[in-house]
């Protein structure tokens, strides 16, 4: 499956997940985007989110930017 992902690193509110009604989702989080920082976390957060291990998920797209393409293997 893939998703649109809004991330918002350096957060004060993060790592929380919010789901729009459309199905994409915001990701806040708290590590800033230095040296992939806030991919990694990212990742794990939406491991933890959907409940599968860090390798079955994969940025897709998007990997210096703020809205990535996430493909998560389900």
Do not use: C, W
């Not at 409940?51 to 897709?60: E, L, T």
């Amino acid at each position: 499956m893939q998703i649109s992902v809004r991330v918002k690193p350096g957060s004060t509110k993060g790592p929380l997940v919010e789901v729009a009604e459309d199905g994409s989702l915001t990701v806040y989080l708290r590590q800033r985007a230095v040296d992939g920082a806030a991919n990694e976390a990212l990742i794990e957060v939406l491991a933890k989110h959907f409940g599968v291990p860090k390798r079955d998920v994969d940025i897709a797209s998007g990997h210096s930017s703020r809205i990535k393409r996430i493909r998560v293997s389900v």
